[in-house]
């Protein structure tokens, strides 16, 4: 189980992480979305130990990280492939970490072989590897001390579509063995094939979550019309709040019979009027987001992570 509580983190006056609270529960893919600098990585951070939390908390199986008797046995972690030793063979570095996790050999040769790394790409130096090579490495490390939880950030990046696909079907097994995976990704498609829940983080808050079909329901409605400007005053006037688009329409707070009531009333001639779930994941996250992911004076952690940690 993951439990994040009121967590807070902040970095002298200011305040990457809000007051943000979510779950992810055995048997699930939970899909962790937001926009750059939004608070993702240190969220995920904090639940690996990597980040002290200024107040809330954030723990496996009822414990912080730190509290863990072997962290790796109960939690596998993968948030920046580039950090393994470069000096090393692909094999080496397994194997250091099971001697430190109490794992077999045989063991480390299973998950090489689990990630398209057996025989010879295991023999060569990691410095040598691809970034999707090194993606893999750092799956079968995360895999490696057989824990029941994962929580990686960006794991498909650098692979190809054939591992993409392949990635997106090993973590939809090892969920559905009743394992808990916490997914940070950009790429929304692969997140909406595999994941059974969402949390949006926003500026450092959580925006949204829940499963993932109720939260692709509840998205509005997306109404243009010929005369936007006409719309707009409508929308306000009947008190449905809206939000443009990149592509010049609203998506409006309200059902669509509720907005084509009103702009019929007003004689308002509409182009367009449709659940706004019919755009799937990409679009309610665009809705939801739009608004702030283009200001660079948002009180966001991208700073923080250039120099602190992973961007994600």
């Excluded at 639940?47 to 809330?56: E, V, Y």
């Excluded at 001390?145 to 990635?167: A, F, K, Q, S, Y």
């Excluded at 996250?285 to 948002?298: C, I, K, P």
Aim: aromatic residues 2%.
């Amino acid at each position: 189980m993951i439990e994040v509580d009121r967590l807070t983190v902040t970095y002298g006056s200011t305040t990457v992480v809000k007051d943000a609270s979510f779950s992810c529960r055995p048997g699930t893919v939970t899909g962790f979305l937001g926009p750059n600098g939004a608070g993702k990585s240190t969220t995920m951070r904090v639940l690996c130990g990597l980040t002290r939390a200024t107040s809330g908390t954030a723990t496996v199986n009822g414990m912080r990280y730190g509290q863990l008797r072997n962290p790796a046995r109960e939690i596998g972690v993968l948030l920046d492939p580039t950090t393994q030793h470069s000096g090393r063979t692909g094999r080496e570095n397994l194997t250091v970490s099971a001697r430190m996790m109490g794992v077999t050999k045989e063991r480390v040769e299973d998950m090489l072989e689990l990630v398209g790394l057996g025989g010879a790409p295991a023999a060569r130096r990691v410095g040598e590897y691809s970034l999707g090579m090194r993606q893999r490495l750092g799956l079968a490390h995360a895999l490696l001390g057989e824990p029941n939880i994962l929580v990686l950030d960006e794991p498909v990046n650098g692979l190809d579509p054939e591992g993409i696909h392949w990635m997106r079907g090993l973590l939809r097994e090892f969920a559905d063995g009743g394992g808990i995976v916490l997914l940070s990704s950009h790429l929304l498609r692969e997140v909406d094939a595999v994941a059974d829940s969402l949390v949006l983080i926003q500026r450092g808050e959580i925006i949204a979550k829940g499963n993932k079909t109720d939260l692709l329901t509840a998205t509005g409605t997306v109404v243009r019309a010929v005369d936007q400007a006409q719309l707009s005053a409508v929308l306000s006037a009947a008190g449905i709040p809206a939000t443009r688009t990149e592509d010049h329409a609203f998506i409006a707070d309200a059902q669509a019979e509720t907005v084509g009531r009103a702009a019929a009333e007003a004689g308002v001639v509409l182009l367009e009027l449709r659940s706004a779930d019919s755009g799937g994941l990409e679009e309610m996250f665009l809705a939801m987001t739009r608004d702030t992911s283009n200001d660079d004076t948002s009180n966001d952690d991208a700073t923080n992570d250039a120099v602190r940690e992973p961007q994600s």
